[in-house]
């Protein structure tokens, strides 16, 4: 239904015919000036522009729903960078497009929604018209096109009768990404009113600001983002890690990937994925192109220094930058990075649809720590992607990517699962250890001057006090955080991709011990992690500087799990450096045989030292940027 409201004008002509003993009025204008009917369109169909001429903009253009309804993009990029690159983090953050009252140039003009005025071509001369944003108004700029430039809409701008003869185009901008809907929901409401000395008409279309949507695995990467850390040539690490960064500027290429990688270089915080979450808002575009603009959503870790990078490199056009203002005080420092928020691809379930896929996250129900709870309610409120929760207290860094991801796969769901196997891990220790090889070395990495192998044997490893117990715990808890998804997905056993994987618990100094969490090194780790930097934080005590006391974790054989999908065909792991029986690394060598059977060619990256003795792998050493260009609206 139109909101479209007429004043008649004063002494019209009423003439009453009775017929049949009842009676029908007709208002008839005779000899009275009619006033024209303001008519504002929107790109409520989403094809690119405001339909003037015919109605496949009107029905829904005062409702919006994923499917139908006009958008507006967050104007939070900075594409004639101007934005400053120093600052306080509050300052950064208050720069971009949207924080002026401007259009600065045809870049940013490009991520103005259109709307239009209907032509009104017998508009008489004394006609007027003023605009106006009846809701939303502190989150959004109206311009109007004048002369080939744009001009800001105030309570002042009045549209005259030439104007309104031809038809005036406006474009329309969001200062800001829905926060929190309990404050505002998205909506802008824009009012035309059309004026004559007779009476008024109005009309009113209403946009929502597009939802800020983080990226799935069925979108190709098309970047992938990496720290190069400083320091001395003689430095163990920073040798390690230069190499790392070589090797992956290698497989980038090798997968098709033609951009360059992006190198973080200011703050030295190895872990990529960690500080940011590559995430994106669309609309259509003049000609059904799709307007993208990049959103880098920094981790609710105000104290992570190495988020400020994002505003200092990478803002600029088409990419902008979010952070939370103020997080709420963590229970769990960890859990509020980015390695801990992954997305299921698009489906739909027992009658609910999540057509730009749905986040996952990890809390921690040993002790109810969970993500910063103004991040969840900004995803949540965005519409879109509501993030389900998974159990991670089991693991010491608490992050879902250590066991779980999901895989681009040629079936009508579009994607499976990828998800670590403990008691595959086992089995592939048993049987070599049957085979005759139990003397063999659990590992076989090289060893670095500066740094200690570990020793171990398969006969050791298998006979020490932990390790079966606690492949048993991850393996229960996996198999539970499973059970979640195909409940709330629907996916299958035959769709779960199970890849080899192995974990070790260390005893906890302090805290809940009733509660054993799985752990990768021993003690000599921490002070070689704390010399390089990289050690991970794991409680909001170490945020603010202080040691911790909680013990770390990470895998004990590099986490397959935690790669990087390059392409639809293509996988990034860490190296294994497993036992080598027969010549070949059986980790390998299982690890391949399990992503092979999903249709996809695994690489090898060495990350062991560099991140894997960082409780990290691939993975969490790296971030992608991938494409932007289907429609979210148009799936599921």
């Not at 953050?93 to 401007?102: F, P």
């Not at 669309?282 to 220094?305: F, H, I, Y």
């Not at 299958?492 to 009733?514: F, I, K």
């Amino acid at each position: 239904m139109r909101r479209r409201t007429r004043i008649r004008p004063a002494g019209s002509l009423v003439l009453a015919l009775a017929a049949a003993g009842s009676v029908l009025a007709v208002p008839v204008a005779v000899g009275v000036e009619q006033i024209p009917q303001a008519d504002l369109r929107a790109d409520v169909n989403r094809d690119g522009q405001a339909d003037v001429t015919g109605a496949s903009d009107t029905a829904g253009e005062d409702t919006w729903s994923v499917a139908r309804g006009a958008l507006t993009l967050p104007n939070l990029d900075d594409d004639a960078n101007r934005c400053p690159r120093t600052g306080t983090d509050a300052q950064l953050a208050a720069c971009n497009d949207a924080s002026d009252l401007q259009v600065n140039g045809d870049a940013d003009a490009a991520d103005l929604a259109r709307i239009r005025t209907v032509p009104l071509p017998d508009a008489k001369p004394n006609t007027r018209a003023r605009l106006a944003v009846t809701t939303g108004a502190k989150y959004a700029h109206v311009f109007v096109k004048r002369a080939g430039k744009w001009t800001l809409v105030t309570p002042r701008t009045r549209l005259t009768a030439a104007e309104l003869r031809t038809g005036v185009e406006l474009g329309v901008e969001a200062t800001d990404i829905i926060r929190d809907k309990a404050a505002w929901d998205g909506r802008v409401v824009i009012q035309l009113t059309v004026t004559t000395p007779k009476g008024s008409t109005t009309d009113s279309v209403t946009l929502r600001v597009a939802p800020l949507l983080t990226h799935h695995h069925l979108q190709n990467a098309q970047q992938v983002m990496v720290t190069k850390i400083s320091g001395d040539d003689d430095d163990l690490y920073g040798q390690e890690q230069a190499k790392f960064v070589k090797n992956l500027a290698g497989e980038v290429k090798k997968a098709g990937i033609t951009a360059p990688l992006i190198t973080f270089t200011k703050y030295n915080d190895p872990w990529a994925q960690d500080f940011v979450e590559p995430a994106y808002v669309s609309m259509t575009g003049p000609g059904g192109k799709r307007q993208a603009m990049r959103v880098m959503l920094r981790s609710a870790q105000p104290d992570r220094e190495a988020g400020r990078e994002l505003f200092e490199k990478l803002r600029g056009r088409d990419t902008g930058v979010v952070q939370i203002a103020n997080p709420d005080a963590p229970k769990d420092w960890s859990l509020n990075s980015m390695g801990n928020l992954e997305t299921i691809p698009p489906y739909t379930h027992q009658g609910r649809s999540y057509p730009a896929g749905r986040i996952i996250m990890g809390e921690r129900k040993d002790n109810g720590a969970r993500p910063s709870q103004k991040m969840r309610t900004m995803l949540a409120s965005q519409g879109l992607q509501d993030p389900l929760l998974l159990d991670t207290s089991w693991l010491g860094v608490g992050h879902v990517d250590e066991f779980v991801q999901f895989l681009p796969a040629d079936t009508p769901r579009g994607w499976r699962i990828g998800l670590a196997d403990p008691d595959a891990g086992l089995r592939l220790l048993r049987d070599a250890q049957k085979a005759g090889h139990g003397k063999t070395k659990m590992f076989s990495v090289p060893v670095k001057s500066g740094a200690q192998a570990p020793k171990e044997t398969i006969d050791q490893a298998l006979a020490s006090r932990h390790l079966v117990a606690d492949n048993k715990l991850a393996a229960d808890r996996i198999a539970a955080n499973l059970a979640t998804l195909k409940r709330e997905t629907g996916i299958t056993d035959a769709e779960v991709v199970r890849v080899p994987a192995l974990y070790l618990r260390e005893t906890q100094p302090t805290g809940d011990l009733s509660v054993p969490r799985l752990t990768r090194v021993g003690p000599e780790l921490t002070e070689r992690l704390q010399e390089h930097g990289q050690q991970k934080w794991l409680t909001s005590a170490e945020g603010a500087g202080k040691a911790a006391e909680t013990v770390m974790t990470s895998a004990y054989v590099p986490g397959a799990v935690n790669g990087v999908v390059l392409s639809r065909t293509r996988y990034l792991a860490p190296q294994q450096w497993g036992p080598v029986v027969g010549g070949k690394d059986i980790f390998t060598e299982a690890v391949t045989a399990a992503y092979r059977s999903a249709g996809m060619t695994v690489s090898y990256i060495d990350d062991y030292y560099t991140y894997h003795l960082g409780m990290g792998e691939v993975h969490c050493g790296t971030n992608t940027l991938r494409d932007t260009s289907a429609a979210w609206w148009a799936r599921g």
